[in-house]
């Protein structure tokens, strides 16, 4: 059975700081797709940041150069490090695991951390 926690979000002023951890069982971070995605109140869901299962990276527009996904291989764990924070960054963060199998994928989720940056 497949778990993520997610931990880490909070209240925040603008131009602060945070970091999300996300805590992975019954599948390994390194061996396959995470990400993280964020939803805003009326916004449809969007990818933020992720890994592929080959160890590249990818961010949305929005967040290069503030963000930063991160794993530990041996906490099974991987982190979304949030610098120079913005109030349009606002929103419930969560976790993303992709099992990729011979015929499709499958996605697993986090319950989701709220981040809140005020102006």
């Known amino acids: 059975q497949v778990q993520l926690v997610e931990s880490g979000g909070g209240l925040v002023q603008a131009g602060g700081s945070l970091r999300l951890s996300c805590a992975a069982s019954?599948?390994?971070?390194?061996?396959?797709?995470m990400g993280w995605y964020r939803q805003a109140p009326g916004k449809q869901r969007e990818l933020v940041a992720a890994f592929t299962v080959v160890g590249s990276t990818s961010y949305a527009d929005s967040v290069k150069g503030r963000f930063t996904i991160s794993r530990d291989n041996a906490k099974n764990t991987v982190y979304l490090q949030m610098n120079s924070l913005k109030p349009e960054d606002t929103a419930v963060y969560y976790c993303?695991?992709?099992?990729?199998?011979?015929?499709?994928?499958?996605?697993?989720w986090g319950q989701g951390t709220q981040v809140t940056v005020s102006s």
């Open positions: 019954g599948i390994i971070v390194s061996a396959n797709g």
């Open positions: 993303n695991a992709r099992r990729f199998r011979a015929l499709g994928s499958t996605d697993y």
